[in-house]
C-alpha cells in the first residue's frame, strides 16, 4: 500500500516523498522506522525527505542513511547537541534539516542556519494530520526567509502543516519553497495528480 502511494507521489509530480517518523514520545502518535523507509525505497527515484519527530533522532541516522534516506530534519526541541547532530547527518551522507515547532522562537534555530540545507516550518503542532493551518505562522515564515537571504543561505524554507489550495499560495507568497501536503493530496476527492496539480496552480499564475 505504502509502495503504491509513493508511485502515486512521483506519477504525479511531487518533488519529494515526506516521510514522517515519530515515536509516541516526542509527539503522541507512534509511525513506521528506518525499516519501512527501506522497504519502499526501490519503489521510486525521489529523494526521500525524512522529518524526525522523535527524541534523540541521533540513534537513527545511521540507519536511516542505510534505508535510502535523502535528507534528514530534526527538530530543535528534540535533542540536546543539535550542531553535532546536523554534523552527524551530513557525515552519513545526507542532507541535513532542521525543524521548529509553532510555538519555538526562531532565535533557537539562528546558531545552526549556515549549517543546514533547509529549514523546517511547522505550521500546525505536530503528530496529527488534518490540523488546521495556524495563520500567525506566516509571519514566522517570512521573517525566517529574510534570514535566510541576510546570509546568503541556499537552503530550502519548507513549510508542513494544513497545506492546501487555500494556504498554498501563502506560505509561498511568504518565501517557502517547499510545501508538505498530506490530507490535501491523498483524499477521496481527487487523484493525487490532480490534487499536487491544484496546489500547485493556486502559486504558480
Not at 17 to 41: E, W
Amino acid at each position: 500500500m505504502l509502495g503504491k502511494q509513493v508511485h502515486e507521489a512521483e506519477e504525479g509530480g511531487a518533488d519529494y516523498i515526506h516521510i514522517d517518523i515519530m515515536d509516541g514520545q516526542f509527539v503522541p502518535a507512534l509511525t513506521f522506522g528506518p525499516a519501512i523507509v527501506k522497504s519502499i525505497r526501490s519503489y521510486t527515484s525521489i529523494p526521500f525527505d525524512i522529518h524526525m519527530m522523535v527524541y534523540r533522532p541521533e540513534r537513527y541516522i545511521s540507519e536511516l542513511a542505510d534505508a535510502g534516506a535523502d535528507m534528514l530534519s530534526i527538530h530543535v526541541e528534540s535533542t540536546v547537541h543539535l550542531h553535532r547532530t546536523i554534523n552527524q547527518i551530513k557525515e552519513a551522507g545526507m542532507k541535513a534539516g532542521v525543524a521548529i515547532n509553532p510555538s519555538t522562537p526562531i532565535s533557537t534555530i539562528e546558531e545552526v542556519l549556515k549549517d543546514v540545507n533547509l529549514v523546517l516550518i511547522m505550521t500546525v503542532n505536530p503528530g496529527y494530520g488534518g490540523q488546521s493551518f495556524i495563520t500567525n505562522m506566516v509571519s514566522k515564515i517570512q521573517r525566517i526567509r529574510t534570514l535566510l537571504d541576510t546570509i546568503g543561505s541556499d537552503s530550502e524554507l519548507e513549510v508542513d502543516g494544513g497545506i492546501n489550495t487555500t494556504t498554498a499560495k501563502e506560505v509561498v507568497k511568504a518565501g517557502a519553497d517547499v510545501l508538505v501536503a498530506g490530507s490535501a493530496i491523498y483524499n477521496n476527492t481527487n487523484s493525487v495528480k490532480e490534487s499536487i496539480s491544484s496546489i500547485r496552480k493556486t502559486y504558480n499564475r
